[in-house]
């Protein structure tokens, strides 16, 4: 139904319901209302729904030339499968002879290549042919003289007896590597088949073995680092790299350099991975100081320029104690160390005894028997005498001085020096020049000193204070203990190209201003060399130049045997009054006879100053 037949039967409706109808008589404009406004409303719904009918009348066409145009579409899709088919069909053809062609070009190179490769062997062969000719032609004329060959002999490797030394199995398997190869052995099964042949002792038994292991299918080995490495399964030890560092460490210079450098090579070759710098370094640490501050001093970079400069050094060892052997055939020096025990000397040569010397008087005889002892009894008298007199001066009655001073001056004549004194040995100081407190001074290097001394006299001119409530006491040898002045701290101290801070204490010194004792050398690693003149500071990184001076003073040393005797006298001393008491208390009889010797105060006094100027005696050695 189209729009215009809908607009027909609404104008049929309309015109119908136009038709005046028959009214009620009641009520006429009521009903003609209502009924009007029903039609106007239907008339614009007809109005409406044709317009709506015409818009999808427009639908229904554009769907129409949508569907027409979507055919269309289809019809060209159609065609261009066609043809995709067919240009795919050409571009497989096309791919196929490119790769055909190109093959055949590479065949038809290969081709020539072989050709030519063939028509030169056989040309070669026709050389080689015509060369046998000219060889079986030779050897039917007649035999030719050889051209001597000069032929090296190789030397054969040693053979390892199964000694579990890295060294031994390392230089073993090295040497048959080397052998091999100069006698052109490549084939690895042969050589395997040729290193059984120096095995011997253990070795040989092992090899037995695993000979048997191989022919059971146990054990494989093949090539040479199988063989390699089952022989080191075997024999070469365990922790070898570790011992090896562990002995490094501890290696030290002691006995010649030599020996020192050829046991650090060995160690050196048995750590694979050790680098060139901290082996230098390990080599430089374990050298005796004076070797070590050479080296430094050459200024050394590598590990074989040290070894080879050290090698290169001469060392200097004081003359080893010989004894001399002598008898018929001629006396000559024998080292104590190689003596033959056992068995006597064939020349007849005995050994000389040293003979009996008295360390008193020096004498030939033995110190039971030295007539000094019994001299030294009178002074022991002499000295007990002394010590009792005060107490027993109230007690015993008063004697001529004359009498007792002529007994004591006969006792004491008893002692007299040796006949033949020795000489005072004259002994060298060492001392360094030194600043402190910014001023040079001269200081005493004396290991003998327990720690720094500095004379207040010289603490004063150098303008260095101290503490004079830290006082001490200091003991000398053969001295008595005396008060020190005090203790001065962190004073500024340099000597040479060293400078630091060292503690001192300031004190009473007759001979020397200061002096550098044990406290410092522990604390800098510092040590004396006399021979060279120097003292070394930090283990031998610095050194300082020394001088050597004497000692100057006008007090003379006592000789070894005036030292001996004022010893025993002044022990003597203390055991005399012990016994002097003794005899005092045990007879009355023996008090009498001991006041008639005694003397009086004032020479006792005179005995007791001569007694004490002789202990004095002793006691000057500085």
């Not at 190179?109 to 050709?115: A, G, L, P, S, Y």
């Not at 901290?278 to 590990?303: C, I, N, Y």
């Not at 030939?364 to 002394?386: G, N, T």
């Not at 004194?421 to 030194?434: G, I, N, S």
Request: hydrophobic letters at 35%; aromatic letters at 6%; a neutral charge.
């Amino acid at each position: 139904m189209t729009g215009s037949e809908v607009h027909d039967d609404a104008e049929k409706h309309r015109g119908r319901d136009t038709v005046k109808n028959p009214k009620p008589k009641g009520d006429k404009s009521s009903t003609r209302d209502p009924m009007t406004s029903l039609e106007r409303r239907v008339s614009r719904m007809e109005v409406k729904l044709a317009e709506d009918i015409s818009v999808i009348e427009d639908l229904g066409a554009n769907f129409t030339q949508v569907e027409s145009d979507f055919q269309g579409m289809n019809a060209r899709l159609s065609s261009l499968e066609i043809g995709n088919d067919g240009l795919r069909e050409e571009l497989v053809a096309l791919i196929n002879n490119t790769i055909n062609t190109s093959l055949n070009n590479a065949i038809e190179v290969v081709k020539e290549h072989v050709q030519a490769e063939l028509v030169g062997v056989k040309e070669e062969i026709a050389d080689l042919k015509s060369e046998v000719t000219l060889v079986k032609r030779a050897m039917a004329n007649g035999p030719a003289i050889a051209q001597p060959t000069l032929t090296m002999e190789i030397p054969r490797p040693k053979s390892f007896q199964g000694s579990r030394n890295a060294r031994e199995l390392e230089n073993f398997l090295w040497s048959l590597e080397q052998y091999s190869e100069a006698s052109g052995i490549r084939d690895e099964n042969t050589k395997v088949k040729t290193a059984p042949l120096y095995l011997s002792d253990v070795a040989m038994l092992w090899w037995r073995r695993t000979l048997g292991d191989i022919n059971k299918g146990a054990c494989v080995m093949e090539s040479w680092d199988d063989f390699k490495r089952e022989i080191k399964k075997q024999f070469y030890p365990e922790n070898v790299e570790f011992e090896a560092r562990s002995r490094l460490r501890r290696l030290a210079h002691e006995g010649e350099i030599r020996g020192y450098v050829k046991e650090f090579s060995e160690l050196l070759l048995e750590i694979p991975d050790y680098t060139d710098k901290e082996a230098m370094f390990t080599f430089l640490d374990g050298l005796q100081p004076w070797a070590k501050l050479e080296l430094q001093r050459r200024g050394v970079q590598s590990l074989a320029e040290a070894m080879a400069i050290a090698e290169s050094l001469v060392e200097y060892h004081e003359p080893e104690e010989r004894a001399e052997f002598g008898g018929n055939g001629g006396g000559r020096d024998y080292d104590r160390d190689t003596r033959r025990r056992g068995r006597p000397d064939q020349g007849g040569s005995h050994k000389v005894e040293k003979p009996l010397t008295c360390f008193l008087c020096d004498g030939p005889h033995r110190v039971r028997d030295c007539p000094r002892k019994h001299k030294l009894s009178a002074m022991k008298a002499v000295l007990a005498e002394c010590s009792s007199s005060e107490e027993e001066a109230e007690e015993t009655p008063r004697v001529e001085p004359h009498v007792a001073k002529m007994g004591c001056m006969k006792r004491l004549s008893a002692i007299k020096r040796a006949e033949e004194p020795l000489q005072p040995e004259q002994h060298d100081q060492c001392f360094v020049e030194a600043k402190l407190n910014q001023r040079k001074t001269k200081a005493l290097v004396d290991t003998g000193a327990s720690c720094n001394l500095l004379d207040v006299g010289e603490a004063q001119r150098l303008g260095i204070t101290y503490e004079k409530k830290q006082r001490g006491w200091m003991k000398a040898t053969n001295s008595r203990a005396t008060r020190t002045h005090g203790v001065t701290r962190q004073v500024p101290l340099k000597l040479g190209g060293w400078t630091g801070v060292a503690d001192f204490e300031v004190v009473s010194l007759d001979d020397y201003q200061v002096i550098i004792g044990m406290e410092f050398m522990v604390r800098e690693k510092a040590f004396p060399i006399p021979y060279a003149n120097r003292f070394c500071i930090n283990g031998g990184a610095r050194s300082v130049p020394m001088t050597r001076e004497q000692l100057e003073s006008n007090k003379r040393c006592l000789t070894r045997q005036e030292q001996r005797e004022v010893a025993t006298m002044v022990e003597a001393e203390t055991h005399s009054k012990t016994r002097w008491r003794r005899t005092r208390r045990r007879s009355a009889q023996h008090r009498g006879a001991m006041r008639d010797e005694d003397v009086s105060s004032s020479t006792c006094q005179e005995k007791q100053g001569k007694a004490t100027m002789i202990e004095k005696a002793g006691h000057s050695k500085t």
